[in-house]
């Protein structure tokens, strides 16, 4: 079955920490860029950060520039989202997203990509 699985969410106060997974089955992540997106109650899901097939990361506006890193591990079939220094205006369902090889300069159409997973929570509250 050809999926990606996100994990990691869960509730952490202002400041804290998380690591979110995106794992991916049925096929393999190498060949694929994969792009966080997330989305707040009431407002658009937007892109937050992407790691192409060779390893460039792109951010998608500066919200989490100095705070978020993502990273792979092929031998995993596995893309990270390390979240630092959390803030109230993070919570949101987080997806992880497959496109092939590239980030975009710019976010690319939802509809353009090949695989979404279904979401993971994440709650910053104090």
């Known amino acids: 079955q050809v999926q990606l699985v996100e994990s990691g969410g869960g509730l952490v106060q202002p400041g804290g920490s998380l690591r979110l997974s995106c794992a991916a089955s049925?096929?393999?992540?190498?060949?694929?860029?994969i792009t966080w997106f997330r989305q707040a109650p009431g407002k658009e899901r937007e892109g937050v950060l992407c790691i192409s097939s060779s390893d460039t990361s792109r951010y998608y506006g500066d919200s989490v520039k100095g705070r978020f890193t993502i990273s792979r591990e092929n031998a995993k079939n596995t893309v990270y989202l390390q979240m630092n220094n959390l803030e109230l205006d993070d919570t949101a369902v987080y997806y992880c997203?497959?496109?092939?090889?590239?980030?975009?300069?710019?976010?690319?159409?939802?509809?353009?990509?090949?695989?979404w997973g279904q979401g993971t929570q994440v709650t910053v509250s104090s």
């Open positions: 997203a497959a496109y092939p090889i590239i980030c975009g300069l710019g976010i690319i159409s939802m509809n353009e990509f090949d695989y």
């Open positions: 049925g096929f393999s992540l190498d060949r694929y860029s």
